[in-house]
């Protein structure tokens, strides 16, 4: 994949596009953008989500940086609090909070 990155650039770009894309349609667009509502939400503690819902983050938002489009350098930002909610009841003996 590295060889395709360096060679075709722009074609290694839109696989990663797609990709992201794909995975998009497969998490009902949970996937896409920056994670500001369900983060929110789950903060709040009015939502939660899904434990696939981190994964999908995760390679959504890895797959964005390694494509080496500008705006993907912000991505790995977005994916912490999922991570963080979908993994605190199997490390946490804290009772949860909620509002």
């Known amino acids: 994949m ?3 990155r360096a ?4 074609l290694f ?4 596009g797609l990709l992201v894309a794909a995975i998009g349609l497969v998490a009902a667009g949970a996937a896409f953008g920056s994670g ?5 939400g ?6 939660t989500m899904p434990m696939v819902y981190a994964f999908f983050k ?8 390694w494509s080496g489009v500008p705006a993907g350098i912000f991505a ?12 605190s ?9 909620r509002h």
């Open 2 to 4: 590295s060889r395709l």
């Open 58 to 65: 995760f390679v959504a938002t890895w797959l964005s940086a």
């Open 36 to 40: 500001h509502a369900p983060t929110r």
């Open 42 to 47: 789950m903060v709040d503690g009015v939502a």
């Open 76 to 87: 790995p930002l977005s994916p912490s609090a999922p991570r963080s909610e979908t993994t």
């Open 7 to 10: 060679r075709r650039p722009v």
């Open 13 to 16: 770009g839109a696989l990663c």
């Open 89 to 97: 009841p199997c490390c946490s003996t804290a009772p949860r909070h």
